[in-house]
């Protein structure tokens, strides 16, 4: 297996700048002809806030947790600030890291992550538990006013698998483990977790977790969250741990508190998972639909009729229309109908057998097999689309993506009102695409992808617009994130969604676990 070669997240890009390209000409082309181009300075290594911790505190921790694993020069905390949503890029871009930690620590045991919250809660310390940076919701961006300075809690150095157990198939992983390096560490086990989100080359295990994250073949292994069976955590409280049994009848599982809850209630330090013996062949495959709808309902009878394949997507005609379009159809609406991509994960046996009933039951319904050549270049290309997001940012077109989930009844209900809340606030121009790429028994996931011309200002430009979208989730009686995480873009729909009783729980859990509130401060809870 090649080795995995860790990069540090662009300050102000997705990724490794390694990875990145230029826009190629063949697509500015399709650019200039839908939006026109704007080409975007970025501001380069813009000037951070002096730190504003005592440095009597920051030689402390240094003392706890070694010289090296204690960091406060600029470089260290502007890799530290925000996550890689398009808001996030755009304020970095125009120079603006206010939000930027005044140290960076770097725990590398569960008994650190405890000595750093209680050093937090004795001087009254902002922590923000910082994973890969991915984070598109403003779940890394914490109030600090009333703290006598902010810290982030990297967890980069806790990386090990620390237990395989190959007779119940679970293994126990640190938090710090990046979804490409837990997954070859595994591998030499013969194992795999299967969880592969877009974010999956620098996201990591307890930010899965934190977030109740979901990845590509979840129609398959299933979300993250329903593959933990165990967590440790460290509050400023004192330790936590769950997890004695598969299954139990012992009060509400309060795992569930800590799955999603995004370090407002504890640091994750070690995640017990289901996992699957790693596959023999993995094959995917696209098929033609003449409309969303269509697809949809395929779908639909495919989860309840228990004929799930690992990897199920259906792209609406616009998504579908700009994957395979011509020069001259950019920016129409295609006719040509949708693209949904299965994929199958497993021994060649079983897959041929799964692929054989879902093959005739889509055929039955009206779809049409187009081999398995749409299938590859999905397959090649997943974790591409961020880097084009910048390319894209960099010409002065806005791109951002949001997503949502309700039931089958409410499906095309909830895609309507979404997509035309988007266009009616960006205006004549702009491209919303959709896809679903989770589904249940019972609903869906509906994700959007966004592209629009550039204001002069884009910041309050997007914001309204993901306000309005948001507003028609909740008045279409869905939710406001499937997997994206709450953080503190969400926070002013949740009480909507969940009652001001839930809300009341919420807090009170807060009080409890974080009684003087340092952990992660105004995020998730309303």
Known sequence: MTAYVQHEMHPTRWGNPDGATDLPESARGLIEMVFGLDERPTVVDAPLPTPGIAPELVDVLRGMLGEGNVLTDDDARRLRTRGKSTPD????????????????????SHEQVQAVLDYAVEHHLAVVPFGGGTCVTGGLVARRE???????????????????????????????LRGPEAEALLAEEGLTLGHYPQSFEYATIG?????????????????????VVGLRVATPRGEVRLGTSPANA??????????????????????????????????????????????ADAMRTLAQSGLLPTVLRLSDEAETGLNLARPDEIGAESTGGCMMITGYEGEPAANA?????????????????????????????RFHAPYLRDSLLDVGVLVETLETATF?????????SVKQALETSLGEGTIVLCHISHVYETGCSLYYTVATKESADPLPQWLTAKAAASEAMMDAGATIT????????????????IGELGGSVLRAVKADLDPT????PGVLIP
């Open 89 to 108: 890029l755009l304020r970095a871009r125009a120079g603006d890291l206010s939000d930027a930690p005044d140290a960076v620590v770097r725990p590398e």
């Open 146 to 176: 009333g703290y006598a300075g902010l810290i982030s809690l990297d967890l980069v150095r806790m990386k090990r698998l620390l237990a395989v157990d190959h007779e119940s198939m679970t293994a126990t992983l640190e938090p710090g």
């Open 207 to 227: 930010g899965f977790a934190a977030t109740r994250s979901s990845g590509q073949s979840s129609a398959g292994y299933g979300r993250f969250d329903a593959l």
């Open 250 to 295: 012992a009060g509400p599982d309060l795992r569930q508190l800590f799955l999603g809850s995004e370090g407002a209630y504890g640091v994750l330090t070690a995640v017990t998972v289901r996992v699957r013996r790693l596959p023999a062949e993995k094959v995917y495959e696209g098929w033609h639909w003449p409309s969303f709808d269509a697809g």
């Open 353 to 381: 057998a799964k692929r054989a009933a879902v093959t005739g039951l889509l055929e039955s319904l009206g779809g049409t097999c187009l081999g398995e050549e749409p299938g590859r270049s999905w397959a090649h290309g």
């Open 408 to 416: 089958w009844s409410n499906r095309d209900r909830l895609y309507r």
């Open 482 to 497: 499937h997997h994206h995480a709450v953080g503190t873009d969400h926070k002013p729909w949740l009480t909507r969604e």
């Open 517 to 520: 509130g340092i952990l992660n």
